[in-house]
Antibody
Framework: QVQLQQSGPGLVKPSQTLSLTCVIS??????????WNWIRQSPSRGLEWLGR?????????DYAVSVKSRMTVNPDTSKNQFSLQLNSVTPEDTAVYFC??????????WGQGTMVTVSS | EIVLTQSPGTLSLSPGERATLSCRAS?????LAWYQQKPGQAPRLLIH???SRATVIPDRFSGSGSGTDFTLTISRLEPEDFAVYYC??????????FGQGTKLEIK
């Protein structure tokens, strides 16, 4: 079955870059029928979709307006994984971050979640 | 920007009772999904396309609605159904957005 395994640091200093990786098993990051997403959850902002990467004859990305200027989602076909980079973080970026497989019907497979705290 | 508003914020019921959760969109949405989340876990997809159950979801869960008004119904509550439920829309700006959640608690 499809599984997503997240990894990355749980503590990031303000103004630095938050980096997370999501390894895919049982599916391909190059699938042309799904997309690979990052979603976060915090008490103040609830569940918030951040961005995605997907392959439709070429690689495409979408980002939420709130993070578009400082976020990158990249696929890595050699390792069948995708990553999140969020630059210039502030304490407001403190949240549980999830990776998730998405299609037109919703997000059907989720990673286990990573609690990321932004603090000096 | 589409905003999803869920009601009630908290619903207190007993096992065996029927639960009705509401999700209202500020504008018409093309696709709506429902999720269940338990403490310390990721959300689990229950319903997609407003009324289609996801894989291995029990038939006591059902979804209905269109346009701006949607409902998740749990016909007979089991002890494992007490959790937080979220609705989520796809397609309009923002591309994906979630409601604030309804907490279903044991009475």
């Amino acid at each position: 079955q499809v599984q997503l395994q997240q990894s990355g640091p749980g503590l990031v200093k303000p103004s630095q870059t938050l980096s997370l990786t999501c390894v895919i098993s049982g599916d391909s990051v190059s699938s042309n029928s799904v997309a690979w997403n990052w979603i976060r959850q915090s008490p103040s902002r609830g569940l918030e979709w951040l961005g995605r990467t997907y392959y439709r004859s070429k690689w495409l990305n979408d980002y939420a307006v709130s993070v578009k200027s400082r976020m990158t989602v990249n696929p890595d076909t050699s390792k069948n994984q995708f990553s999140l980079q969020l630059n210039s973080v502030t304490p407001e970026d403190t949240a549980v971050y999830f990776c998730a497989r998405g299609w037109s019907g919703g997000f059907d497979i989720w990673g286990q979640g990573t609690m990321v705290t932004v603090s000096s | 920007e589409i905003v999803l508003t869920q009601s009630p914020g908290t619903l207190s019921l007993s096992p065996g009772e029927r639960a009705t959760l509401s999700c209202r969109a500020s504008q018409s949405v093309s696709s709506l999904a429902w999720y269940q989340q338990k403490p310390g876990q990721a959300p689990r997809l229950l319903i997609h396309g407003a009324s289609s159950r996801a894989t291995v979801i029990p038939d006591r869960f059902s979804g209905s609605g269109s346009g701006t008004d949607f409902t998740l119904t749990i016909s007979r509550l089991e002890p494992e159904d007490f959790a937080v439920y979220y609705c989520q829309q796809y397609g309009s700006s923002p591309k994906f957005s979630f409601g604030q959640g309804t907490k279903l608690e044991i009475k």
